[in-house]
Nanobody, 123 residues
Framework: QVQLVESGGGLVQVGGSLRLSCAASGRTDSIYAMGWFRQAPGKEREFVAAIRWSAFSPLIADSVKGRFSIFRDVAKNTVYLQMNSLKPEDTAVYYC????????????????WGQGTQVTVSS
């Protein structure tokens, strides 16, 4: 089992920045990839970014490319989502996910999920 705990969400103004963290615990040696998804009210869960745990091979959604980046600290068992130039449409609950076998943009392929952290971008 893998447990994931997100942190770093909050309220930020348009154009501001936030860094989300996702700390993994438990069977972290079994993690192949970790990703970030988001879900706004009334909308489906949306892929944001993902990364292989053992290599730097990130996937970034077109909607955030150039503004968001994903990176991991293996020693701390933590993956980060750096969010810059935030827009009101980035407002959502952001979820961290992990999987033991796949790097993918499809949320239903991820086995483990955190509880989510709210990001609100105000204009």
């Amino acid at each position: 089992q893998v447990q994931l705990v997100e942190s770093g969400g909050g309220l930020v103004q348009v154009g501001g920045s936030l860094r989300l963290s996702c700390a993994a615990s438990g069977r972290t040696d079994s993690i192949y990839a970790m990703g970030w998804f988001r879900q706004a009210p009334g909308k489906e869960r949306e892929f944001v970014a993902a990364i292989r745990w053992s290599a730097f091979s990130p996937l970034i959604a077109d909607s955030v490319k150039g503004r968001f980046s994903i990176f991991r600290d293996v020693a701390k068992n933590t993956v980060y989502l750096q969010m810059n130039s935030l827009k009101p449409e980035d407002t959502a609950v952001y979820y961290c996910a992990a999987d033991r076998t796949t790097l993918t943009t499809m949320y239903d392929r991820y086995e483990y999920w955190g509880q989510g952290t709210q990001v609100t971008v105000s204009s």
